[in-house]
């Protein structure tokens, strides 16, 4: 057990909506990151934050857009969902930049 | 454009020999190495780390070794076991890449009983 959460695990939903999936981080981090997984594709990078700030956004689509609330839980929003974003999402935190990062367990989502 | 590569996708070993996987980066910037391990229906786990400053960390029955000049860097698990069949996947970061890490498309390792 990393002690980062995420929740839903799993997430069924059509075209066209929109779906909220909730990070927890490790006691203690500051740093959290959002990774997608396509099937049999690395980790795609997604977005980073710390303490609250957005730090650093990778290969994120504009339907998408993530925060960090002041208890340092995530939340990340994807709208307008099309086929391809049926994925693995995860979430990482860590304590610092570079630090290690630990992952959740994952977020699958299924856009029929 | 791929920055890390993992270029063998799968790798099978006999229980008890060694399994030895490859990353190869194209960034010299990158100055700090990671690999993580990832179980199906599991997010991935910390493995092991290297510092560009050292050529080799070792931690039980893993090993990285990085060669800079060849931008390449390996993990060695001796000796395999079957729970260590997964995928790994090796992420690189650099001062100039901001905070974040860039992760290989990883290796589904097999080590057969």
């Known amino acids: 057990d990393s002690g980062v959460t995420q929740t839903p695990k799993h997430l069924i939903t059509a075209t066209g909506q929109r779906v909220t999936l909730r990070c927890s981080p490790r006691s203690g981090d500051l740093s959290v990151y959002w990774y997608q997984q396509s099937l049999d594709q690395g980790l795609q990078f997604l977005i980073q934050y710390y303490n609250g700030e957005e730090r650093a956004k990778g290969n994120i689509l504009e339907r998408f857009s993530a925060q960090q609330f002041p208890d340092l839980h995530s939340e990340l929003n994807l709208s307008s969902l099309e086929l391809g974003d049926s994925a693995l999402y995860f979430c990482a935190s860590s304590v610092a930049a570079r630090d290690t990062q630990y992952f959740g367990p994952g977020t699958r989502l299924t856009v029929l | 454009d791929q920055q890390v590569k993992q270029n063998s996708p799968s790798l099978s070993v006999q229980e008890g020999r060694i399994s030895i996987l490859n990353c190869d980066y194209t960034n010299s910037m990158f100055d700090y190495f990671l690999w993580y391990k990832k179980y199906p229906a599991e997010g991935p786990t910390f493995l092991i780390s290297?510092?560009?400053?050292?050529d080799k960390n070792e931690d039980g029955r893993f090993t990285v070794f990085l060669n800079k000049s060849a931008k390449h860097l390996s993990l060695h698990i001796v000796p395999s076991q079957p729970g260590d069949s997964a995928v790994y996947f090796c992420?690189?970061?650099?001062?100039?890449?901001?905070?974040?890490?860039?992760f290989g498309p990883g290796t589904r390792l097999s080590v057969l009983p």
């Open positions: 992420a690189a970061s650099g001062d100039n890449y901001g905070q974040n890490f860039v």
């Open positions: 290297i510092s560009s400053i050292k």
